[in-house]
Structure formats: structure tokens, C-alpha cells
């Protein structure tokens, strides 16, 4: 499928600074739309980015996000590591994979995952076999909090406190360290996540690559493991921790349960990205492995509200487009809803990992593809 409109976003050059092995658009890993203004992520960075849509014209078909406000997670997590080792040698990233908001809090996840060292095309055996056998974990991966909203000149911002209506929000995450926090405490000791701990993200481990609300509710999408071709989504309850800008996880159900599993049969795909539609949930999936595709779009009915842990097989599963793929560049990361100016037809925005040069423009402008996005399937 071709896409049926582009938005051009302009990034600033200068604000490379807290992703310094690449280029803000060339990684982009997650797509948030609220209103006027579109987040975004790269995956090697420790911020948040902000630009603000303007200009269309009369069919509201070309776009520009521009006016770049970057929001450095330093500013509202105690992450356990600083952005950078030394004198800016390398950057201590977050791993940005998710980013979700209900009005009150932007929520924003790491991908939770180790690392193993990818060899150069120039490494001889020897150094290959060293590269390929380290793993290391980076902690500011351990990411999932929530980020207060505000308001500034009518455009929404992130905030580290706010009162609203008597009431004081702050900017929060959960409760752990540089070796892991308490989520994966528990799913270390899962029957099906346990074993994938110790394995890197592009190994089919564990790796977090996309979040939704699900009312008080936050799901987390995960790329890997995908286990004999089933992908998994993990239901959790974080709340205020007694000590200030920390959360915990609160019980799900009677029993205690601090999670919840929902496996869906995406054709051995993993998750790469998750959106909420409503009462429904649209699945970004692509492969586990680091491979170049095939990347596909997925509808789960009411999956924005499940009930209790779920099995959904692929004939419950809606197949709604196929997404085109490069070879090593263009991999699709994050999607978000993308209607036209005068919200008749509703699109997907998707933006890319390791983009493409023709995608690139100048210095700081990379395009972004928007697809026509086919309504739901009616039941017979």
C-alpha cells in the first residue's frame, strides 16, 4: 500500500546533542498525536520531542511539523545513570519505544532490554567473536513512568508538577534501579518471560517496544519473545509509591496477580509499536529478530479494554494493511492516529527506524508517511 499523504518533520540539527551516535531522525522508535503537536522519540536518546503541526493545504494533504522543543528525561526521572559516560562518549539512552497519554500524564517506556555488541564490517575474527559475545545492560532502560501535562501559549507541555482542581500531579516511574526494576523482579520468575531476562531484545529476549492506557491500566506491547510464533502484551497497575516520584505496582485482582499476559497469534511477528483506537487496540508488528520485515498492521477489538488475561488467536485478529519495508533502512517503529484537517478521514501516521536518505531533506526535515486507514471490520 502507498501512503496517501506525508508530513514533513523538521527536527533542530543543534538538538543532536542527547542522541550523539545518531541523527534525531534517523532513529525514530515512537509517534504520539494530541491536537496540534506530535511526540516523538529517538531510540538512542534520553528525550522527548515535541513539534507542532502547521500548514496544510486546502485537501489538508501537506504537512509540517515543525517548532522542535526537546524535553530531556533528566528533567523528570532520578534516572540511575547521568545522559552521557565521561566527556560525552556515549549516552546513557533510554531506549524510548512507547510514549501514551490520557490528558493527565504522558506515559513513556524503555525497552527493559540488554544489548549484544553488533560487529563492523571491517572486525576480524577475533574481534567479531569478542563484539558477539557482550552484553551489557544499560539502566536508564528500565523506564516506565508517567510525565505530568501542562499548558503553555495554548500548545501542551510536559511538566514536572502541576495542581489541577486542588489536586497535585507528578512526574513519576517505577520504582527500581540500574540492574532492573520491580517488573522485571516479577517476570523473573515467570514460566514464559523468565527465561528471555538474561537474552538481548534482538535475540528474541525480552524488549518492551510499545504502551497503551487501558484506563488505570497501562499495556506493554513487547517485540521479544515471540514464543513458537505468539507475541505478548503485559497488563500492569502502577500507582503512587509512598516515596515522591517513584510508582509501584498495585494488584491486579483478588489473587494479588502484580500482571497480566495476553498472547496473540501475530503470525510469529513480534510487537513493535501499539495505538489506541477507541475501544480497540491497532498492533504494529515486525520481527523479532533484526530483520528487515515483514511489517504488519493488526486490529484487536476491545483490546483497549481487556478483561482478565486474554488468548487471541489470529481469527479474532483483524488485518488491516501491510506496510512496505526497505532493505537495512526504513523499518517502520511507531504509529499513531493522523486524521485529516477536518477529521473526515481518519490516517496512520508511521514514522521510521534507520531512515532511508531519500526520506531525508537538508539537515533537519525527514518525511513521515500517513496511510488511509480502513475502518472496522463489521461482524457478519
Not at 18 to 43: F, I, Y
Not at 63 to 89: I, M, N, T, V, Y
Not at 90 to 108: F, P, T
Request: proline share 6%; glycine share 10%.
Amino acid at each position: 500500500m502507498h501512503p496517501s499523504n506525508i508530513v514533513l518533520l523538521e527536527f533542530h540539527p543543534e538538538r543532536d546533542d542527547l542522541s550523539p551516535d545518531k541523527e534525531l531522525r534517523n532513529g525514530l522508535s515512537v509517534a504520539l498525536r494530541m491536537g496540534k503537536t506530535l511526540w516523538l522519540a529517538n531510540d538512542e536518546s534520553v528525550s522527548i520531542e515535541r513539534l507542532t503541526l502547521v500548514e496544510e493545504d486546502s485537501r489538508g494533504q501537506s504537512s509540517f511539523a515543525r517548532e522542535h522543543h526537546q524535553f530531556a528525561l533528566h528533567d523528570f526521572f532520578d534516572l540511575p545513570l547521568p545522559a552521557f559516560d565521561g566527556e560525552k562518549e556515549r549516552i546513557n539512552e533510554a531506549d524510548v519505544e512507547g510514549l501514551a497519554c490520557d490528558g493527565k500524564y504522558m506515559w513513556v517506556t524503555g525497552s527493559h532490554s540488554l544489548r549484544r555488541k553488533k560487529p563492523d564490517p571491517e572486525d576480524g575474527n577475533k574481534r567479531t567473536h569478542k563484539r558477539l559475545a557482550t552484553v551489557s545492560a544499560d539502566g536508564n532502560r528500565y523506564l516506565l513512568g508517567r510525565i505530568p501535562m501542562g499548558e503553555q501559549d495554548g500548545v501542551p507541555t510536559l511538566v514536572k508538577e502541576i495542581e489541577y482542581k486542588g489536586k497535585r500531579r507528578t512526574a513519576a516511574m517505577l520504582r527500581g534501579d540500574a540492574h532492573g526494576n520491580e517488573l522485571t523482579a516479577q517476570l523473573r520468575l515467570d514460566e514464559h518471560i523468565g527465561p528471555f531476562l538474561a537474552i538481548p531484545g534482538k535475540d528474541n529476549g525480552f524488549d518492551i517496544e510499545g504502551i497503551a492506557l487501558a484506563g488505570k491500566h497501562v499495556l506493554l506491547g513487547l517485540r521479544g519473545p515471540v514464543l513458537r510464533g505468539w507475541a505478548t502484551i503485559i497488563e500492569v497497575a502502577p500507582v503512587d509509591d509512598e516515596k515522591a516520584g517513584l510508582l509501584r505496582l498495585a494488584p491486579l485482582d483478588a489473587d494479588g496477580n502484580l500482571y497480566r499476559k495476553h498472547f496473540l497469534d501475530l503470525g510469529g511477528l513480534g510487537i513493535r509499536d501499539l495505538c489506541k483506537q477507541g475501544r480497540d487496540l491497532l498492533i504494529l508488528a515486525g520481527p523479532t529478530m533484526d530483520l528487515d520485515g515483514p511489517v504488519t498492521l493488526f486490529r484487536w477489538v476491545g483490546g483497549a479494554e481487556p478483561d482478565g488475561e486474554t488468548v487471541v488467536s489470529s481469527a479474532v485478529l483483524e488485518h488491516v494493511l501491510n506496510l512496505p519495508f526497505g532493505q537495512g533502512v526504513d523499518h517502520p517503529e511507531g504509529i499513531a492516529l493522523f486524521a485529516s484537517r477536518d477529521g473526515a478521514d481518519e490516517g496512520l501516521l508511521v514514522v521510521h527506524d534507520s531512515a532511508s536518505p531519500s526520506r531525508q531533506i537538508g539537515e533537519s526535515t525527514l518525511v513521515a508517511d500517513v496511510y488511509p486507514l480502513p475502518s472496522r471490520k463489521k461482524k457478519r
